[in-house]
């Protein structure tokens, strides 16, 4: 392996920097870094070389979980839009991903307030270099670009991070519980998903427990408001306070997010608003849950109309092309000075459902998702004492899946051990058979097998149960990887070709095909 860095010690460059991003992550945890591998392009077959260079290379290496993010605390909503993957598109996505050389499991996040990257890395550089380029491909935007604004975490840090995400540590909205509805969503989409496999799905529904056990345990949920109830408060903090009672609203979207806006209305004193849906039954489902107030259902057709008769505009649906551009808008009759002058589109879509272009538009102003920063800085002192009563959850449960995923690492040795067994055992049935001849029964035959099987089972009994472990004990578990490395000494283990290596020959070979 030497002998193979030496030759490409002047072909690939590896230039490690601070991520300009890792203060918006966590500022006093992590150790975040942006890696760039520069290749000399006349030296084609270098990594090739690598890619085929001794065992150990990959016989000492551990697959990571890796996550490759960006958030509303590192890129802006322009960018995360082009990122975002529909809820129906994440199966596609898991499987392109697995597609990748280094990569053997994958989740999808995708909110409006981030995206982010779920994998379990055969190599933690290689697989974060294919998901950027992947993201890149997918998403139009150049990987230096990326590279500006994404974040990378690995093993404990990218555990903790989903836990934070889960309880709702890491939202725009301190302890909001939509993000644990969308954790648990990434479970039941990746369920039957190939690549949503053992490591990946045990995290993510590992985060889940955690969500429910901060939001339990502290108070972290208590007055905490959602994207919703923000967008909501900014609207009135823009209004004139004598206008909150007379301004027409318009909730453009009945979906989760529409819901919820059209509850926060009515817990502000809305009693009458307008709601643009593509179907009713949905709008009547509201309206017979909130008894005592009018709500107006209007179809998609009519929804400039219904602009034209608002003060302030709610939009939230799933629609990838913009609801309103310029050439909408500056045509639409100006609101009354009461309410400000001013027409309000409040957009909570990402990808978003109000064109940026709207912004020049003299008699309207425009807020997103990153615009509700300003309602959530208040009670910065009692949130943060919030976060810090939750934190001590996550650190506890962090060490438990990390506990878990070590016990995990026995199975190589495991699936190795009885691979070296089994190769003993026919290569000496193979000469015991020769040796009775070929006139022997075939009953005869099947019972010396049989024989051998069961000598053979018998000698790895005890092995097989001190190699096993659930990680739910640390002295156990201790003793599991003790016993571990001390079978792999005694029988060589660790000089086969690792796990990893083949798993990456074999992923070269199928993608080349």
């Not at 290496?61 to 322009?78: F, Q």
């Not at 919703?228 to 004139?240: C, F, T, W």
């Not at 602009?307 to 913009?322: C, I, K, L, Q, Y």
């Amino acid at each position: 392996m030497k002998g193979v860095q030496s030759q490409l010690g002047q072909q690939i460059r590896v230039a490690c920097k601070p991520n300009r991003n890792e203060r918006n992550l966590q500022q006093s945890r992590r150790g975040v870094v942006r890696c760039e591998v520069a290749v000399d392009p006349s030296s084609a077959s270098a990594l090739e070389q690598l890619k085929a260079s001794a065992p150990d290379r990959y016989t000492k290496e551990r697959s990571s979980i890796v996550v490759i993010g960006l958030s509303v605390h590192t890129a802006p909503v322009e960018m995360r839009e082009k990122l975002a993957i529909p809820e129906a598109e994440w199966p596609r996505a898991i499987g392109e991903l697995c597609n990748l050389n280094h990569i053997e499991e994958a989740a999808v996040l995708s909110t409006c307030n981030r995206m982010e990257i779920y994998v379990v890395a055969l190599s933690q550089h290689r697989g974060v270099k294919e998901v950027t380029e992947w993201m890149s491909k997918t998403s139009g935007i150049p990987v230096a670009e990326l590279c500006e604004h994404r974040f990378l975490l690995y093993n404990k840090d990218a555990t903790q991070h989903l836990f934070e995400v889960s309880a709702g540590l890491d939202s725009l909205v301190l302890g909001e519980g939509q993000i644990l509805a969308q954790v648990k969503q990434v479970v039941k989409v990746g369920q039957g998903v190939v690549g949503f496999g053992r490591n990946i799905s045990g995290l993510f529904k590992h985060a889940i427990s955690v969500g429910k056990r901060v939001r339990t345990e502290t108070n972290i949920a208590a007055g905490a408001v959602s994207v919703s109830s923000a967008a909501v408060e900014l609207a009135l903090m823009k209004l004139p306070e004598s206008s909150h009672a007379t301004a027409r609203m318009l909730v453009i979207g009945a979906g989760k997010m529409g819901k919820l806006v059209i509850k926060h209305l009515v817990a502000k004193g809305c009693t009458k608003m307008v709601v643009v849906n593509r179907s009713e039954e949905r709008v009547a489902a509201i309206c017979e849950e909130l008894n005592g107030v009018e709500i107006i259902y209007k179809p998609l057709s009519e929804m400039l109309s219904c602009a034209a008769d608002a003060d302030v505009v709610f939009t939230s649906t799933a629609s990838e092309a913009p609801l309103f551009l310029k050439d909408h808008v500056q045509d639409l009759p100006p609101v009354e000075a009461a309410v400000g002058g001013l027409r309000l589109f409040i957009d909570i879509s990402v990808p978003r459902n109000v064109g940026s272009c709207v912004a020049d538009v003299e008699t309207a102003r425009v807020y997103n998702v990153d615009d509700l920063k300003e309602v959530v800085a208040a009670n910065k002192e009692d949130r943060l004492r919030k976060a810090m009563e939750a934190q001590a959850i996550i650190t506890e449960e962090s060490k438990q899946f990390a506990a878990w995923r070590d016990s995990l690492e026995t199975v190589p040795t495991i699936k190795k051990l009885r691979a070296y067994a089994e190769r003993i055992r026919v290569a000496e049935l193979d000469k015991c058979l020769s040796k009775m001849g070929d006139d022997i029964s075939k009953k005869t035959r099947r019972a010396v097998d049989d024989l051998s099987r069961g000598i053979m089972n018998k000698l790895l009994h005890g092995p097989m149960q001190h190699l096993r472990c659930d990680g739910s004990d640390s002295r156990t578990l201790d003793e599991t990887l003790e016993n571990m490395h001390a079978l792999n000494r005694m029988f060589g283990l660790e000089t086969d070709t690792s796990l990893f290596e083949q798993k990456v020959r074999a992923k070269i070979e199928q993608n080349q095909k």
